[in-house]
């Protein structure tokens, strides 16, 4: 693996529930200091793409709907006044620090159609070669899959991939890997690093723990394995604090680093 100092081409996903309020609402501070950071991370010198999940809850929070709407048609309204609310946020304080930010929503079809995947390719270059932020997230408006299972930590994975990145942090309202769920079982500890991909992993992890968050570990841990194919290492950390991206580029931090077994020869 390389070393974190080298690393240039870095993927960030956060998840909904460390962009919203436990009620639902904006964390408006919380957006603004991940802008902050990552503006700040890029002018180091790193390549910045950032996978963000948030849209149904900004969306809810905008047309006032109390609890995450079931029905497949409200929550793809939801997503779709939400994605513009969300990037009206991101562009604003992007813009304050300097930065460019771009849209792109992708679906699963990336993965398996040739000509999408290429497309997908060719515009995050030219975007990263423009000095622009991608910020991406599922086309939640139109993709069943991403509404039914809400896993904007494969979207990530996916996104490392296509872009070959040098590293994927998965930032979640979590510290990290722990030996079980710790929101079940108090005795859990934090598994600091992980070397290459054991499938027995599963069997330590559970589902989401927060309202919003929808993907749990589960999620997470199929983003290691996609990840792992081209042998990128993944950091999970904990995203309350967007400062922490600092430490996880000095490569001292709180969180699991998922280090690929043969990595190093990329
Ligand atoms: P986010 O959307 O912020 O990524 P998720 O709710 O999808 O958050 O996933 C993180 C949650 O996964 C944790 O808050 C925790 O409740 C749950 N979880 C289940 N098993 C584990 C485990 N072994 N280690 C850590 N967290 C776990």
Redesign the pocket.
Same mark, same amino acid.
């Given at each position: 693996m390389k070393d974190f100092s080298e690393m240039k081409r870095i993927v960030i996903k956060i998840?909904?529930?460390?962009l919203t309020h436990s009620g639902g609402g904006i964390n408006f501070r919380k957006i603004d200091r991940l802008a902050m950071v990552l503006s700040d991370i890029k002018n180091m010198g790193k390549e910045v793409i950032l996978v963000t999940?948030g849209a149904v809850s900004a969306g809810m929070s905008k047309l006032g709907m109390v609890e995450r709407p079931k029905e497949m048609a409200e929550k793809q309204a939801a997503a779709s006044v939400g994605q513009c609310e969300l990037m009206f946020i991101y562009d604003k304080y992007f813009s304050e620090y300097g930065q460019t930010i771009a849209q792109l929503l992708l679906t699963k079809d990336v993965t398996t159609q040739e000509n999408l995947r290429r497309n997908a390719c060719n515009t995050l270059e030219a975007l990263l070669r423009y000095g622009a932020i991608p910020i991406i997230n599922e086309n939640d408006s139109i993709a069943v899959d991403e509404i039914a299972y809400g896993d904007n930590?494969t979207l990530s994975a996916i996104t490392a991939c296509l872009v070959d990145a040098d590293l994927l942090i998965?930032l979640?309202? %979590?510290d @990290?890997?722990?030996?079980?769920?710790?929101?079940a079982d108090p005795d859990?500890r934090l598994i600091p690093v992980v070397e290459g991909f054991d499938p027995k992993l599963y069997d %330590?992890? @559970?589902?989401?723990?927060?309202k919003v968050?929808?993907?749990?570990?589960v999620?997470?841990l199929h983003a290691v394995e996609i990840a792992f194919e081209k042998d990128i290492p993944v950091v999970l950390a904990n995203?309350a604090v967007p400062d922490i991206l600092y430490s996880v580029l000095s490569g001292k931090f709180t969180g699991t680093l998922f280090a690929p077994k043969e990595a190093g020869t990329r």
């Open positions: 998840g909904s529930s460390s999940s930590d998965l979640s309202d %979590i @990290g890997l722990y030996t079980a769920n710790p929101s859990a %330590i992890a @559970g589902g989401s723990g927060s968050g929808t993907g749990g570990m999620t997470k995203g």
